[in-house]
T-cell receptor
Framework: EAGVAQSPRYKIIEKRQSVAFWCNPI?????LYWYQQILGQGPKLLIQ????????DSQLPKDRFSAERLKGVDSTLKIQPAKLEDSAVYLC???????????????FGDGTRLSIL | AQSVTQLGSHVSVSEGALVLLRCNYS??????LFWYVQYPNQGLQLLLK??????LVKGINGFEAEFKKSETSFHLTKPSAHMSDAAEYFC??????????????FGKGTLLTVNP
C-alpha cells in the first residue's frame, strides 16, 4: 500500500512569512496526526483529526498555526506568520483508528523540514 | 503526569555487539509503551509496543524490550548490532489527553551509531 505522502520535503522561508504543508494519509485511515519535531527532541503532537473533526489540538499554537482536513482525507497545516522557533520537521501520521497505536500502528510520512531565516 | 526519559542521547557500539537503549517511564497507572526508530530524513517506524500482555516484547529487526514494573523501565535491546541499525530511537508512552482521547508522548531520542 502507498504510504503517507507529504509535501514539500523542504521549505526555507523568512520569519513573518507564511507557509503551508500538505499531507495525504494512507487510504482508509480515519485518524490523522500532525507532529512537530524540533532538532534534538522527540515529536510533539500538534493536532489530531478523526475523519474531518478535531480530537486534540491542545498543543497547537492557535495564534499562528492552523490545520484543516475538510473532506476527511488529506490535510494542510499552515503557519502564519512564522517565527524562528518554528524551524523543525513537521511529520504527518495516520492510523486506522484513534487508539494511538494500541491496535493499529501510526504510519508516518517522511516529513517536511522547515527552516526559518 | 506520565512521561518517558531516555538515558543517553548518543550510544555507540561496534558491529556485532549488544545494543542497549534505556528508557524509564513515570506513570501512576499501568502504561502503554512503544519504541520507534527514525532513519535519516524519514518518518518514524514502530519497532514494538507493550500493551500489558507479555512483559518481554519482540519487535522487528531482531529488537526486543522488557517491561520491568519494579524498575519503571522499558529498555530496548538487540543481541548483535548491524550497520543498518544506525538510526535514532524514540521511546514513547500513551497518555490520556481527556475523556477517551489519547496521545503519544515521546522521549528526546537516542542516536545509535554502529562502528565497523
Amino acid at each position: 500500500e502507498a504510504g503517507v505522502a507529504q509535501s514539500p520535503r523542504y521549505k526555507i522561508i523568512e520569519k513573518r512569512q507564511s507557509v503551508a504543508f500538505w499531507c495525504n494519509p494512507i487510504s482508509g485511515h480515519a485518524t490523522l496526526y500532525w507532529y512537530q519535531q524540533i532538532l534534538g527532541q522527540g515529536p510533539k503532537l500538534l493536532i489530531q483529526f478523526q475523519n474531518n473533526g478535531v480530537v486534540d489540538d491542545s498543543q497547537l499554537p492557535k495564534d499562528r498555526f492552523s490545520a484543516e482536513r475538510l473532506k476527511g482525507v488529506d490535510s494542510t497545516l499552515k503557519i502564519q506568520p512564522a517565527k524562528l522557533e518554528d524551524s523543525a520537521v513537521y511529520l504527518c501520521a495516520s492510523s486506522l483508528d484513534a487508539g494511538q497505536g494500541l491496535r493499529q500502528p501510526q504510519h508516518f510520512g517522511d516529513g517536511t523540514r522547515l527552516s526559518i531565516l | 503526569a506520565q512521561s518517558v526519559t531516555q538515558l543517553g542521547s548518543h550510544v555507540s557500539v561496534s558491529e556485532g555487539a549488544l545494543v542497549l537503549l534505556r528508557c524509564n517511564y513515570s506513570s501512576s497507572v499501568p502504561p502503554y509503551l512503544f519504541w520507534y526508530v527514525q532513519y535519516p530524513n524519514q518518518g518514524l517506524q514502530l519497532l514494538l509496543k507493550y500493551t500489558s500482555a507479555a512483559t518481554l516484547v519482540k519487535g522487528i529487526n531482531g529488537f526486543e524490550a522488557e517491561f520491568k514494573k519494579s524498575e519503571t523501565s522499558f529498555h530496548l535491546t538487540k543481541p548483535s548490532a548491524h550497520m543498518s541499525d544506525a538510526a535514532e530511537y524514540f521511546c514513547a508512552v500513551r497518555l490520556n489527553s481527556g475523556g477517551s482521547n489519547y496521545k503519544l508522548t515521546f522521549g528526546k531520542g537516542t542516536l545509535l551509531t554502529v562502528n565497523p
